[in-house]
Nanobody
Framework: QVQLVESGGGLVQAGGSLRLSCAVSGRTVNSLPMAWFRQAPGKEREFVAGISWRAGSTYYEDPVKGRFTISRDNATNTVYLQMTSLKFEDTAVYHC????????????????????WGQGTQVTVSS
């Protein structure tokens, strides 16, 4: 059984930093595409950052480029999202996601591209 458990959210002032963690059990993170999404109240779930299964290359949505970094630790089977220079508009529930289906050469940006999800962790940025 695949489980994803996020942690690390909280309340932070604008300009501050947080590191989110996603502990994975049931699958090995170094062989699967994974991503972070976020969902603010009244809005759809949106892609934030992804890490591919091949060579661990990373990709980001424009609003977070240069501020957020996705990474994985194969030894602990954990994926991280380091967030710096946080803005009020980063406030949302952040979810990690894992794709278990066969992969192709493309990158995966849509929620439907992923098969397993964590419960989410709240990030609140005060202005």
């Amino acid at each position: 059984q695949v489980q994803l458990v996020e942690s690390g959210g909280g309340l932070v002032q604008a300009g501050g930093s947080l590191r989110l963690s996603c502990a994975v059990s049931g699958r090995t993170v170094n062989s699967l595409p994974m991503a972070w999404f976020r969902q603010a109240p009244g809005k759809e779930r949106e892609f934030v950052a992804g890490i591919s299964w091949r060579a661990g290359s990373t990709y980001y949505e424009d609003p977070v480029k240069g501020r957020f970094t996705i990474s994985r630790d194969n030894a602990t089977n954990t994926v991280y999202l380091q967030m710096t220079s946080l803005k009020f508009e980063d406030t949302a529930v952040y979810h990690c996601a894992l794709r278990a289906r066969p992969v192709s050469g493309r990158l995966y940006y849509a929620p439907d591209d992923y098969d397993f999800w964590g419960q989410g962790t709240q990030v609140t940025v005060s202005s």
